[in-house]
T-cell receptor, first 116, second 113 residues
């Protein structure tokens, strides 16, 4: 009964490189949320996806960031041309369904991105 | 625009005493509130929640109180144990129809033996 899995756990990139962060939701979960935690701050919502659909990307920076959740395989958060300010912990959460006003979200261990 | 605020970055409590963590919010559209606990190098884990139609929810040593008029909620842990030492995040949901969570900045709780 594996939980939410994220890989890699740690990722080091140089400025200008691309970062790909993967998230495998819990079995049976078809909703994925990505959050970012900057140092000394709380988690900030980035994007909400269902299989093959982006539902809410209101928290995503307008440039360089993209996310997908294909029919098969993990959800991917992609950051192009990384800058030092992208250094943060990126958390993925999954949910079995969308039930207003709240759907329980289970968090993965996070990917810590360091940009040199 | 910080819609959920935890104004105390840290709290230190003696084992066996009560820990009270506070959280304030500004958006009256929030209708569900949650507390998450986080250890270093791990993801947040759900602790307890409360709907806006209630003013109290209790689960073992953990109780959450909601004061809607003051837009304030608090988490009480009694008795506190050393294993409770962690970062506690308050989160709110319901201002949109996507279920996204809005988190506070977190409060680091240290329970001393």
């Amino acid at each position: 009964n594996a939980g939410v899995m994220q890989n890699p756990r740690h990722l080091v990139r140089r400025r200008g490189q691309e970062a790909r962060l993967r998230c495998s939701p819990m079995k049976g979960h078809s909703h994925v949320y990505w959050y970012r935690q900057l140092p000394e701050e709380g988690l900030k919502f980035m994007v909400y996806l269902q299989k093959e659909n982006i539902i809410d990307e209101s928290g995503m920076p307008k440039e360089r960031f993209s996310a997908e959740f294909p029919k098969e395989g993990p959800s991917i958060l992609r950051i192009q041309q990384v800058v030092r300010g992208d250094s943060a912990a990126y958390f993925c959460a999954s949910s079995p369904r969308m039930a207003e006003p709240y759907n329980e979200q289970f968090f993965g261990p996070g990917t810590r991105l360091t940009v040199l | 625009d910080q819609q959920v605020k935890q104004n105390s970055p840290s709290l230190s409590v003696q084992e066996g005493r009560i820990s009270i963590l506070n959280c304030d919010y500004t958006n009256s559209m929030f209708d569900y509130f949650l507390w998450y606990k986080k250890y270093p190098a791990e993801g947040p884990t759900f602790l307890i929640s409360i709907s806006s139609i209630k003013d109290k929810n209790e689960d073992g040593r953990f109780t959450v109180f909601l004061n809607k008029s003051a837009k304030h909620l608090s988490l009480h842990i009694v008795p506190s144990q050393p294993g409770d030492s962690a970062v506690y995040f308050c989160a709110a949901s319901g201002s949109s129809n996507t279920g996204k969570l809005i988190f506070g900045q977190g409060t680091t709780l240290q329970v001393k033996p």
